[in-house]
Nanobody, 114 residues
Framework: QVQLVESGGGLVQAGGSLRLSCVAS???????MGWYRQAPGKQRELVAT???????NYADSVKGRFTISRVNVLKSVYLQMNSLQPEDTAVYYC?????????WGQGTQVTVSS
């Protein structure tokens, strides 16, 4: 079992920035790490993923604004969010995936005011 704990959410004005952090209870080097989000009344959606080798993938809606990164030795993954917009408001979840193992954090709220 791997436990994931997110932090860094909060309230920010449109155009502002936030940096989310996710710390794992165990090693993550083999895991694909990702950030997902779920807005009220909507399904959870992919925001970004990063492989152990550093390959990244982003949702079209966040390309050029968000950056995912990881530091395996710190068992951590980060999401730098710039130029935030009200439509980015959601609960953001950290995810760790390797073969049949799939772990989720509890989520951190991000609210962007207009």
């Amino acid at each position: 079992q791997v436990q994931l704990v997110e932090s860094g959410g909060g309230l920010v004005q449109a155009g502002g920035s936030l940096r989310l952090s996710c710390v794992a209870s165990g090693g993550i080097s083999l895991f694909v790490m990702g950030w997902y989000r779920q807005a009220p009344g909507k399904q959870r959606e992919l925001v970004a993923t990063v492989t152990g080798g550093g390959n990244t993938n982003y949702a079209d809606s966040v390309k050029g604004r968000f950056t995912i990164s990881r530091v395996n030795v710190l068992k951590s993954v980060y999401l730098q969010m710039n130029s935030l917009q009200p439509e980015d408001t959601a609960v953001y979840y950290c995810n760790a995936r390797f073969r049949s193992s799939d772990y989720w954090g509890q989520g951190t709220q991000v609210t962007v005011s207009s």
